[in-house]
């Protein structure tokens, strides 16, 4: 089996070379569905993987755009629309500096199995640019917007590809883009998910993945008779999934201890409770400032200058920033220190040899693709809201992302639990996630 795996990533690594983030997902992929499909007849000899590790479509382009000062600025747009077989592409717009093919495509390709676990016929994309809306005024965040859009506009409908946001992409930037959509267009359709609730968005959307974040973890715990209740949490990040997660996880009964962005992480021995998180959402969301703040508002918690929250004392850790966030000396910090709990709110924020730590610690580990799940589903209730051009309340929302995500956790356990009884969740969500989009592919032929 593992000359077969190794054949395989030869030939992925062949033609993706100076892609590592893209290699990492994909290689985390095979190593659980090809021992998987080497018992399968059905999908013998199809070539199935292969296939679903070449996008459908890449675009690239252009977006030049005129900043305050008069200057010319030239930024690099993306749209990678890697798997419509089970419906139209869908995954979030990426605005950061680092974006580049590679990550790009690394959260398609972990897209396609996401939304296909999460039960809604949505198919797998994601997009984005290097742009950095740090420090820019709202006039240029709005000219950026317009110009990405006047070019991703050819690419995307609400029957073709639906994106929302990602990474420096929030309400605020799903409304420039909307707009110019809209006027390109004249049309007033569902293209976007996570917009503002008078124009067409869903109530919980911002929420979602936090939440899910959270409902998923206590999926798992209940599966030790256990609960979140005076669990001690340490989460990164400090930005949407972050906020919610926290959110969530204090309304449950948990003691959130950190919060972190890209200067460092502050930690607060009494918890982050609904005040001191309402400040956080005031630096972040309306100051745009740094989290380091807080510790000026609140001087019994402490600010770490460049650090990552993983040495803190935890029994959950819930990664809600980026990718790669946490290595394995990282991975077993947090064992060491007695986390029993991890439920990634962030697109791979485990390199290859934390995940595996958690595994062979045999904690409760579920991958990003499974445990963040909510946002993408919820932009699917809001896509059938519009078409439906209804609105549901917020508990009928939440009832619906609740379900979902019990849902996921259930198709894990289906595909991931093993004669011991341990629930090994990556396995779990690859292979449910790979049936799906590998059955309508089946359906459809070789296309
Ligand atoms: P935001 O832009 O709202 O927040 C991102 C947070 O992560 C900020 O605190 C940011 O710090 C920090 N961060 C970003 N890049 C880095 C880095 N290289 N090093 C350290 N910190 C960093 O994004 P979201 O909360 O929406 O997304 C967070 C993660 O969740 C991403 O992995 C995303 O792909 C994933 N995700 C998001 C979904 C959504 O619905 N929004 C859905 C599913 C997954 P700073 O403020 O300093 O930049």
């Not at 459908?56 to 000062?69: A, I, Y």
């Not at 919980?204 to 998923?216: M, S």
């Not at 972050?242 to 890209?262: I, N, P």
């Not at 993983?310 to 394995?328: F, H, L, R, Y």
């Amino acid at each position: 089996m593992e000359s077969k795996i190794k054949g395989f990533m030869d030939l992925v690594k062949q033609r993706n070379q100076y892609e590592p983030e893209f290699l990492q997902a994909v290689e985390e992929v095979a190593e659980t569905v090809i021992p998987y499909i080497a018992n399968q007849e059905i999908y013998s000899g199809k070539n199935i993987l292969l296939r679903m590790v070449e996008p459908e479509r890449v675009m690239m382009f252009r977006v030049p755009w005129v900043d305050d000062s008069g200057e010319i600025i030239v930024n690099r747009g993306y749209r990678i629309q890697m798997n419509s077989a089970i419906g139209p592409y869908k995954g979030g717009l990426r605005f950061h500096p680092t974006v580049n093919l590679s990550i790009l495509k690394f959260l398609a390709f972990e897209q396609v199995f996401k939304n296909a676990l999460t039960t809604l016929p949505m198919g797998g994309g994601k997009g984005g640019s290097d742009f950095d809306p740090k420090g820019k005024s709202d006039d240029e965040i709005m000219r950026f917007c317009h110009a990405f859009m006047s070019e991703l506009s050819r690419h995307i409908g609400h029957n073709t590809d639906v994106p929302a946001g990602d990474i420096g992409v929030g309400g605020r930037e799903i409304g420039f883009l909307f707009g110019m959509y809209k006027k390109l267009r004249n049309e007033f359709t569902g293209v976007l998910t996570g917009k503002g609730m008078s124009w067409g968005g869903s109530l919980i959307r911002p929420e979602a993945t936090g939440y899910g974040t959270v409902y998923f973890a206590q999926n798992m715990l209940e599966t030790k008779g256990d609960t979140l209740k005076g669990k001690t949490v340490a989460v990164s990040g400090s930005g949407n999934v972050a906020q919610y997660a926290c959110e969530k996880a204090t309304q449950l009964g948990a003691k959130v201890v950190t919060l972190s962005d890209s200067s460092g992480y502050i930690f607060d021995a009494d918890g982050i409770d609904v005040d001191k998180l309402a400040y956080v959402m005031e630096i972040k969301n309306e100051r745009r400032d740094r989290i380091s703040e807080y510790v000026k508002k609140y001087p019994k918690a402490k600010f770490f200058r460049g650090e990552r929250p993983w040495s803190v004392k935890c029994d959950v850790a819930m990664p809600c920033a980026t990718q790669n966030e946490i290595n394995g000396d990282e991975a077993q910090s947090l064992l060491s220190n007695g986390c029993f709990v991890v439920s990634e709110g962030a697109n791979m924020p485990s390199t290859p040899d934390a995940a595996h730590a958690f595994q062979k610690a045999r904690i409760l580990y579920a991958p990003g693709k499974a445990s963040n799940a909510g946002g993408v589903a919820t932009s699917g209730l809001e896509m059938s809201q519009n078409s439906l051009r209804i609105n549901w309340t917020r508990d009928e929302v939440d009832e619906k992302l609740k379900k979902i995500m019990s849902d996921i956790h259930d198709s894990c356990i289906k595909f991931g639990k093993q004669d011991d009884g341990y629930i090994d969740y990556v396995t779990g969500a690859n292979i449910a996630g790979f049936v799906k989009v590998a059955d309508a592919m089946l359906a459809q032929g070789v296309v």
